[in-house]
């Protein structure tokens, strides 16, 4: 069994809809929730970093952290073209931001002008 | 400041050759991460320096695969001989010790044929 499960897509959808990526795990070490935005050639760039569960809002990005369900979800907003990019989930165990990094395997989300 | 950078961006081997990628952390950066994205799967860690010492080499493949921190600066990672299976994105990570964010680069796509 993978220790984070992600739905790879692709998702399509039009810009200004409300998108949904989600990511579910198995490790209860895990504390730390993050969401990475990768676009084709480049690297991983944080978007969303949280600790245990909750809620955080950054502009049009919601994340949310259910630990007892083992799932975490971030949420887009008037989606734009260029929120079009693979997301990947991904967390880590307590401690300093040394301790290495799980990911899922990233969903591609493609938004439609 | 500038980011994490990789050298080559790519680079195409035969099996049993070797290869060389280098990656140069944000500099005073500390903890310096190497991780692999094979096709279709997550990227996964593969080790952690703190300058120039090796803090975690748990997610090394195997003794083909050797990394260096000389001088705790820049980072090489060797591939001797090189197969088939080691294709993939090869991506480098750099924190500083107290930071939580971990600043990926661009990626050496390594394709083995």
């Known amino acids: 069994q993978k220790e984070v499960e992600q739905d790879p897509g692709p998702l399509s959808v039009p810009e200004g809809a409300i998108v949904s990526l989600n990511c579910t795990y198995s490790n209860s070490a895990f504390q730390y929730f993050m969401w990475y935005r990768q676009y084709s050639r480049k690297g991983p760039e944080l978007l969303m970093y949280?600790?245990?569960?909750g809620n955080k809002e950054d502009g049009r990005f919601t994340a949310q952290v259910d630990k007892s369900s083992k799932y975490i979800s971030l949420f887009i907003r008037d989606s734009q073209p260029s929120d079009s990019a693979t997301y990947l989930c991904?967390?880590?165990?307590?401690?300093?931001?040394?301790?290495?990094?799980?990911f899922g395997i990233g969903t591609k989300l493609q938004v439609i002008p | 400041e500038a980011g994490v950078t990789q050298f080559p961006s790519h680079s195409v081997i035969e099996k049993g050759q070797t290869v060389t990628l280098r990656c140069d952390p944000i500099?005073?950066?500390?903890?310096l991460y190497w991780y692999r994205r094979v096709m279709g799967k997550e990227i996964k860690f593969l080790l952690h320096?703190?300058?120039?010492?090796?803090?975690?080499e748990s997610g090394m493949p195997n003794n083909r695969f050797l990394a260096e921190r000389t001088g705790g600066t820049y980072s090489t990672l060797k591939v001797q001989p090189a197969e088939l299976e080691d294709s993939g994105v090869y991506f480098c990570a750099s924190n500083r010790r107290t930071g939580y964010e971990q600043f990926f680069g661009p990626g050496t796509r390594l394709t083995v044929l």
């Open positions: 949280t600790y245990s569960s």
């Open positions: 320096f703190v300058k120039e010492s090796k803090q975690d």
């Open positions: 991904a967390m880590r165990g307590p401690g300093g931001g040394y301790q290495k990094v799980t």
């Open positions: 500099s005073g950066h500390d903890n």
